[in-house]
């Protein structure tokens, strides 16, 4: 988990680096907190990701039929798991 006192470390060593040369302890720490920051992101990305299910949506087909049926029309929605749609 990353921390709002890891983004503001984060933010101030990024602000320092552009102002004078960081010290090797702090690029150090600057690297670490970033991957740390990077890894948390992709974390929540992945979860985001997870949380998608497709179906198949039967209820706007122009086929003629009544829709309830069984069959393929070709094109698929994505919804997230928690909707009830």
């Known amino acids: 988990m990353i921390t ?3 983004i503001d470390r984060i933010n101030f060593l990024s ?4 102002e004078q040369e ?7 720490e600057q690297q ?4 740390k920051y ?3 992101i992709k974390s929540q990305v992945k979860v985001q990701l997870d949380s998608i299910e497709y179906v198949e949506d039967k209820k706007d087909c ?9 069959h ?3 094109h698929h929605h994505h919804h997230h798991k ?3 749609n």
Do not use: F, P, T
């Open 15 to 18: 602000r320092k680096s552009r």
């Open 72 to 74: 393929d029309h070709g």
């Open 4 to 6: 709002k006192e890891d």
């Open 22 to 28: 960081l010290s090797n302890e702090e690029k150090a």
């Open 62 to 70: 122009d086929c003629g039929s009544c829709c309830d049926q069984d």
């Open 82 to 84: 928690h909707d009830k």
């Open 38 to 40: 990077i890894e948390y």
């Open 32 to 35: 670490v907190l970033r991957k």
